[in-house]
């Protein structure tokens, strides 16, 4: 490819200006059609980064138990039981729950926290790295603290218990969640007075999470548990991914029929372009040959054209999708990937994190496919004998 | 420098547009080829500039076998060698005088001082440098034609071709094209020119004039 | 009828201090409670020196005045208890060998496979001069230390349930089990004959062997 040809740039640019309304139904379809499918991936690239880096923080195994076929607390004794399976490198009972904070129709997200334990969220040991939570105090977030705030609570706050008693305890420091958005409701709280603040009796807790250092005997551990404990659930971190990933494959099925239509649409306009010029875009190039053009150089002005048109869309299209998806956060389309008990997009913080070979993808199916549709035609007439121009 | 040796046109459905045409053209000569629409003159100038090539027989030019030449070549030497003046004028409305008269050129892709230079001497040549900068579509019919012919002339060719080129025009316009044509033979010029408008024929400086009719000459 | 009663009152002292003595398995004191003393330790109470008492529950009671560690709940007081007198007291056998590293481009010397890939079963021979060289697992590890078993300084791998590395002349492995390793049938290590033997009733494994038990030939077999 020599230079670019600025005089044949020009009158590439001239001529889409000539056929200003045709070329502008074009970009638009082409820009809505490019943004619609950069969405879709942006969204869904996006979610599956996401969902895997959440499940990075997730214990291997988690045991509930179930009484009555509902979930029930767990006692601290079986931690002790499950410690003696080997390969289990460390088991913690954990307490956390939800706390209504009804004058603000909020939820509070309460988690236990245990003083001389190992801390095996990354999120809550670095806080705790810092500030040592004692048993009268709690961390909150900085979200917490402002609904609190609204409350009237500043330096302390009062749980109620199910038993009606008030249990006060100091808000001692507030936290930043960042960009973490399912962390804002967070409300870091001493163990034991957890559990009275749930009604849990002592040895009392939600859930034993444990560490497998071989992730090779992950499986065979895991079945081990469920042999043991035949009232429990026992999650591992594999039966997790699965499960996202059945339902996120769910989701880009979804996904996939949108992109189908969008395809579909996009090559019906193409296939039209292709079809043929009209005759006044013949007669131009009968008179571009007339004039003594050669079939390349009518060819290489066809393509500045095609190109300006097609990877302005194209740039367009991606900028706004770009746009809709990261700082707009993907209003209606969203919700394709919205589960309440999983996630919520709004929660999610979409960050940015682009997959560059789905947008070269994109790029591939439009720009050169529209820039061959646009030359093929003009290749046929500019070939022919151009006589016609002559009459 | 011109021949046209046993050339004939025929189109898909046996439509015969030329039979066994010969003919010969010197260099400098203004020649007539006159008829009606639809006889044939257009395309004999189409044959001559390589637009289109014949059924049978040969179209020479200064020697060279032009209706062999395969399309690269037959448009480069259209370009180095004819000028064409159209009917309708077939400018491009939204460019400039300038930008049309270079239009040839383009792909060229010539430093932009040059390109300019050429244009400027072809505007004075027919003046109309003076709307160099002017878009086409905001000119009169009257400059809209002297853009025309500059355009023809930018890249100094031996041949000029007009078909029908006052088919469109009032006595006065018709008048002045006839003096251009003159200035352009006084360069020494092999012009056709393709009519059935009678300003034509008497004129002195048509050296000849050639009758066509249904393909055939007379 | 004297010295009667004194043999009953002394096994009974000795009775209770034997069942003052906290009695958790190994696997809990390992997994739970040393970690949390030494957490407790080093957040509360550094000032204990194990090394100052003579009897567990002279340090049990020290614990129990000191200033800072007095607060603590029994639980704690007690984790921290055994932490300083089994693990800091005594500084045992606990040999701590660093872990295995392997870069991107390291590849096992026998078969060929790039060793980043399999991180949990990379082994190394190291040898006097300081050479180390990896393996993509114990089986490779002895085809080539027994084609050249010389200059050794020593021989490394990971403990198949903790993934700490341990000697292989320390060592008990499990052939002929269910689990493979990236070339088949495998050697699996562990650091004490217990969980060897947990291991091989779990996975159905075929002979326990220590390292000095090993042959060529047994290698080999594992190929079959």
């Known amino acids: 490819m020599s230079n670019i040809n600025f005089y044949l740039l020009e009158y590439a640019k001239n001529?889409?200006?000539?056929?200003?309304?045709?070329?502008?139904?074009?970009?638009?379809?082409?820009?809505?059609?490019?943004a619609l499918l950069c969405t879709l991936f942006f969204v869904s690239t996006t979610v599956e980064y996401e969902m895997e880096s959440r499940l990075e923080n997730q214990p291997d195994i988690v045991v509930q138990n179930y009484k009555a076929g509902r979930l029930?607390?767990?006692?601290?004794?079986?931690?002790?039981?499950?410690?003696?399976?080997?390969?289990?490198?460390?088991?913690?009972?954990?307490?956390?729950?939800?706390?209504?904070?009804?004058?603000?129709?909020a939820s509070l997200n309460l988690v236990g926290v245990d003083p001389f334990e190992e801390q095996e969220n990354p999120f809550i040991a670095k806080l705790l790295e810092k500030n040592q939570l004692n048993e009268n105090d709690i961390f909150v977030s900085q979200h917490v603290k402002e609904l609190m705030h609204k409350a009237y609570y500043d330096d302390y706050f009062n749980f109620i218990k199910p038993d009606g008693k008030l249990l006060r305890l100091n808000i001692a420091k507030s936290f930043d969640v960042g960009d973490r958005k399912?962390?804002?409701?967070?409300?870091?709280?001493?163990?034991?007075?957890?559990?009275?603040?749930?009604?849990?009796?002592?040895?009392?807790?939600?859930?034993?999470?444990?560490?497998?250092?071989?992730?090779?005997?992950?499986?065979?551990?895991?079945?081990?548990?469920?042999?043991?404990?035949?009232?429990?659930?026992?999650?591992?971190?594999?039966?997790?991914?699965?499960?996202?990933?059945?339902?996120?494959?769910?989701?880009?099925?979804?996904?996939?029929?949108?992109?189908?239509?969008?395809?579909?649409?996009?090559?019906?306009?193409?296939?039209?372009?292709?079809?043929?010029?009209?005759?006044?875009?013949?007669?131009?190039?009968?008179?571009?040959?007339?004039?003594?053009?050669?079939?390349?150089?009518?060819?290489?002005?066809?393509?500045?054209?095609?190109?300006?048109?097609?990877?302005?869309?194209?740039?367009?299209?991606?900028?706004?999708?770009?746009?809709?998806?990261?700082?707009?956060?993907?209003?209606?389309?969203?919700?394709?990937?919205?589960?309440?008990?999983?996630?919520?997009?709004?929660?999610?913080?979409?960050?940015?994190?682009?997959?560059?070979?789905?947008?070269?993808?994109?790029f591939l199916l439009s720009v050169p496919v529209y820039i061959a549709a646009t030359l093929i035609p003009s290749w046929r007439v500019a070939t022919l004998d151009a006589d016609e121009v002559m009459r | 420098m011109i021949r046209l040796e046993n050339v004939s046109k025929i189109y898909d459905e046996?439509?015969?547009?030329?039979?066994?045409?010969?003919?010969?053209?010197?260099?400098?000569?203004?020649?007539?080829?006159?008829?009606?629409?639809?006889?044939?003159?257009?395309?004999?100038?189409?044959?001559?500039?390589?637009?289109?090539?014949?059924?049978?027989?040969?179209?020479?030019?200064?020697?060279?076998?032009?209706?062999?030449l395969p399309d690269h070549f037959a448009s480069s030497y259209r370009r180095d060698n004819i000028g064409i003046v159209f009917q309708r004028y077939n400018l491009i409305p939204t460019l400039s005088v300038t930008e049309n008269v270079l239009l040839p050129l383009f792909p060229l892709n010539l430093p932009r001082d040059e390109m300019n230079l050429k244009a400027q001497k072809v505007l004075k040549q027919f003046s109309i440098d003076?709307?160099?900068?002017?878009?086409?579509?905001?000119?009169?019919?009257?400059?809209?034609?002297?853009?025309?012919?500059?355009?023809?002339?930018?890249?100094?060719?031996?041949?000029i071709l007009a078909d029908e080129p006052t088919a469109n025009l009032d006595e006065k316009l018709s008048l002045e094209f006839i003096e251009i044509l003159a200035e352009m033979k006084s360069h020494n010029r092999t012009i056709v020119v393709a009519t059935h408008d009678p300003l034509f024929f008497d004129l002195d400086i048509v050296d000849r004039m050639i009758t066509i009719e249904h393909g055939k000459m007379l | 009828m004297r010295l009667f009663s004194l043999f009953l009152l002394?096994?009974?002292l000795l009775a209770v201090e034997?069942?003052?003595?906290?009695?958790?398995?190994?696997?809990?004191?390992?997994?739970?409670?040393?970690?949390?003393?030494?957490n407790i330790y080093?957040?509360?109470?550094?000032?204990?020196?194990?090394?100052?008492?003579?009897?567990?529950?002279?340090?049990?009671?020290?614990?129990?005045?000191?200033?800072?560690?007095?607060?603590?709940?029994?639980?704690?007081?007690?984790?921290?208890?055994?932490?300083?007198?089994?693990?800091?007291?005594?500084?045992?056998?606990?040999?701590?060998?660093?872990?295995?590293?392997?870069?991107?481009?390291?590849?096992?010397?026998?078969?060929?496979?790039?060793?980043?890939?399999?991180?949990?079963?990379?082994?190394?021979?190291?040898?006097?001069?300081?050479?180390?060289?990896?393996?993509?697992?114990?089986?490779?590890?002895?085809?080539?230390?027994?084609?050249?078993?010389?200059?050794?300084?020593?021989?490394?791998?990971?403990?198949?349930?903790?993934?700490?590395?341990?000697?292989?002349?320390?060592?008990?492995?499990?052939?002929?089990?269910?689990?493979y390793g990236p070339m088949g049938n495998e050697l699996i290590a562990f650091k004490d004959k217990k969980s060897a033997q947990n291991f091989f009733f779990d996975h159905r494994g075929k002979k326990i062997v220590n390292f000095k038990e090993i042959t060529k030939s047994m290698v080999y077999k594992l190929d079959e």
């Open chain 3, 42 to 179: 080093e957040k509360r109470c550094s000032s204990i020196k194990p090394s100052n008492y003579n009897t567990f529950s002279a340090l049990e009671d020290a614990i129990k005045n000191d200033a800072h560690c007095k607060k603590l709940q029994t639980k704690y007081q007690e984790a921290l208890a055994l932490y300083l007198w089994e693990k800091v007291r005594i500084t045992k056998k606990d040999k701590k060998y660093p872990e295995i590293v392997v870069t991107h481009k390291d590849k096992c010397p026998v078969c060929g496979m790039f060793l980043y890939k399999y991180p949990r079963w990379v082994s190394m021979i190291e040898y006097s001069n300081g050479k180390k060289l990896y393996f993509d697992g114990l089986k490779d590890l002895f085809k080539y230390y027994f084609e050249d078993p010389k200059d050794i300084k020593g021989l490394f791998t990971r403990d198949y349930y903790t993934q700490e590395t341990i000697a292989l002349k320390d060592a008990y492995f499990v052939l002929g089990s269910d689990v």
């Open chain 2, 14 to 68: 046996n439509i015969k547009a030329l039979q066994d045409i010969n003919l010969t053209f010197k260099e400098g000569e203004l020649i007539v080829l006159k008829g009606v629409s639809g006889s044939g003159k257009s395309t004999i100038l189409s044959l001559i500039a390589g637009l289109s090539k014949p059924t049978r027989g040969e179209v020479i030019v200064d020697g060279k076998k032009i209706s062999k």
């Open chain 1, 15 to 34: 001529y889409i200006l000539r056929h200003k309304n045709k070329n502008i139904f074009i970009v638009i379809v082409f820009t809505l059609l490019v």
């Open chain 1, 182 to 362: 399912y962390l804002e409701d967070l409300v870091l709280v001493n163990k034991d007075k957890l559990r009275e603040i749930f009604g849990y009796k002592a040895d009392e807790g939600s859930d034993i999470a444990l560490g497998v250092a071989n992730k090779n005997e992950l499986a065979f551990i895991r079945t081990k548990i469920a042999l043991m404990l035949p009232n429990a659930k026992v999650t591992s971190k594999d039966d997790l991914k699965v499960a996202y990933k059945n339902l996120f494959n769910y989701d880009s099925g979804v996904f996939l029929s949108v992109f189908i239509v969008a395809i579909f649409t996009f090559f019906i306009i193409i296939y039209d372009k292709a079809n043929g010029l009209s005759s006044e875009e013949k007669r131009e190039i009968g008179i571009l040959k007339a004039v003594g053009w050669r079939v390349e150089d009518v060819l290489h002005a066809k393509f500045y054209e095609a190109f300006i048109i097609s990877f302005f869309s194209f740039f367009v299209g991606f900028l706004l999708a770009f746009i809709y998806v990261f700082v707009l956060k993907a209003p209606y389309i969203g919700d394709i990937f919205m589960h309440d008990q999983l996630f919520d997009i709004k929660n999610f913080n979409l960050n940015v994190h682009l997959e560059f070979s789905y947008i070269l993808l994109i």
């Open chain 2, 130 to 159: 003076h709307k160099a900068g002017v878009i086409v579509k905001n000119l009169s019919g009257g400059e809209q034609q002297r853009v025309a012919i500059a355009r023809a002339n930018i890249n100094n060719p031996k041949i």
């Open chain 3, 18 to 38: 034997i069942f003052a003595y906290p009695n958790y398995s190994d696997a809990i004191k390992e997994k739970k409670i040393y970690p949390l003393g030494k």
């Open chain 3, 10 to 12: 002394s096994t009974l």
């Open chain 1, 72 to 105: 029930s607390t767990i006692k601290s004794g079986m931690v002790d039981k499950l410690l003696e399976i080997d390969g289990v490198s460390w088991a913690t009972q954990r307490v956390y729950g939800k706390y209504r904070f009804s004058k603000e129709g």
